[in-house]
């Protein structure tokens, strides 16, 4: 259910302070997009549920093993997910990986995502999103990175400071965070405040103990008002 108009003005405001505060802490991070939009979305079906350098790990390993997406589609899935195998859930990101460059292939005659940086965000989203296994998170960080869409991922980090900060309900999921959030976001600060997020929350706002003591939010946060 979208905010009510009182609400909807009092948070953007607050993500408005939020999204300063950090941009004076970290500074503002541009959006460079020139990935290679497979690449980009097979590297964010590996970081689902792992940490960077295990997605890292097992990208280039899948790289080193395979010349060609062609030659990963041809593929079975076992030895995909062998080579994968470090990022975790391999026998579930393997499937998909190959799932999604044999639909790509059908649909397309080519391995080849560059199009979708021209669709309208939406419908990009939607594109992606109507294959097993590729979320709306995936598919937001792939048009953002690749693309340089205005769009805003809401990975576990910005999910959790969200709720701490009040910006999304308690119970909000992940999939509801994506629908509210970018209707708070300060206009065009979609990446930026999205990467100081993640920043903020690795260094300061962990999901354990977080550093509420080195915090410039506290003002504004709720766990720190409820919780401490």
Known sequence: MPFCQEVL???????????DTLE?????????????????????VLSQNTN???????????KERFSTWEDVREADVETIGEAIKIAGLHGQKSRTIKNFLTWLT??????????I????????????????????????VTLAFACGHDVF??????LRIGKRLGLVPSNCTADKAHELMPEIIPEGKAFPFHMNLI?????????????CNQCSLTEHCLYFRDEL
């Not at 940086?117 to 937001?140: F, N, P, W």
């Not at 991922?153 to 910005?158: A, E, G, L, N």
Request: glycine share 6%; proline share 2%.
């Open 9 to 19: 003005v009092n948070l953007k405001q607050k993500a408005q302070i939020a999204s």
């Open 153 to 158: 991922p809401v990975d576990t980090h910005v």
């Open 106 to 115: 059908t649909e397309r005659g080519q391995l080849d995502l560059e199009f």
């Open 117 to 140: 940086c021209d669709m309208e965000t939406d419908a990009a989203r939607q594109y992606l999103c109507q294959h097993k296994g590729i979320g709306v998170k995936t598919a937001s």
């Open 52 to 62: 960077d350098v295990n997605r890292d790990k097992g990208f280039a390993t899948l």
């Open 24 to 44: 004076r802490i970290y500074g503002i991070y541009e959006v460079q997009a020139e990935e290679n939009v497979l690449d980009c979305l097979m590297l964010t």
């Open 199 to 211: 920043q903020f929350g690795r260094q300061i706002c962990n999901a354990r103990n977080p550093k």
